[in-house]
T-cell receptor, first 116, second 109 residues
């Protein structure tokens, strides 16, 4: 069974378009995340959601908006795509944002976005 | 500012031992993680240290010194499949993971 899944795996689109990336986790986790990994391989957190509430919103452009219809899903909508948005986007989930027990994040396979 | 430093690339021989170092400066500390990422794939969890000392898990071990802001990942009996990037990440006082850029490990026969 896939723990964290993302669709699509590859996304090639024109500058200025609007696109969405979907993420689902079947682990029963309370917290989900979106990361952007650029060409230099830095993983930068974009958003995290805990119980359907946005709890961390890094300084990302407001063209990016996370949407969580329920605890198991966190979708990423991107408006007016720009060349610099080309990257790999990873969804992840964890049991909780904080706690005494080991907190690990389980990553989805990534979505490779190329903006032309 | 918050900073995670690790070497960009390392090369080792199959069957040997390699140590990947990570130093960090963060606002608060709630644990240090090591992840493995093969090319074109998602990161996968390797280890977690929150107390000083060595955590051993099979061929992989991870060490932490909080007073020195230092950790290392030790890989023994290297196999070709260990060729990957190894990411060090620290959870800060806001329970946010701060990631290093990763160390690309190349294993040669």
């Amino acid at each position: 069974d896939t723990a964290v899944s993302q669709t699509p795996k590859y996304l090639v689109t024109q500058m200025g378009n609007d696109k969405s990336i979907k993420c689902e986790q079947n682990l029963g986790h309370d917290t989900m995340y979106w990361y952007k990994q650029d060409s230099k391989k830095f993983l930068k957190i974009m958003f995290s959601y805990n119980n359907k509430e946005l709890i961390i919103n890094e300084t990302v452009p407001n063209r990016f908006s996370p949407k969580s219809p329920d605890k198991a899903h966190l979708n990423l909508h991107i408006n007016s795509l720009e060349l610099g948005d080309s990257a790999v986007y990873f969804c992840a989930s964890s049991q909780d944002l904080q706690g005494a027990s080991l907190e690990t994040q389980y990553f989805g396979p990534g979505t490779r976005l190329l903006v032309l | 500012g918050q900073n995670i430093d690790q070497p960009t690339e390392m090369t080792a021989t199959e069957g040997a031992i390699v140590q990947i170092n990570c130093t960090y400066q963060t606002s608060g500390f709630n644990g240090l993680f090591w992840y493995q990422q093969h090319a074109g794939e998602a990161p996968t969890f390797l280890s977690y240290n929150v107390l000083d000392g060595l955590e051993e898990k099979g061929r992989f071990s991870s060490f932490l010194s909080r007073s020195k802001g230092y950790s290392y990942l030790l890989l023994k009996e290297l196999q070709m499949k260990d060729s990957a990037s190894y990411l060090c990440a620290v959870m800060d006082s806001n329970y946010q993971l701060i990631w290093g850029a990763g160390t690309k490990l190349i294993i040669k026969p």
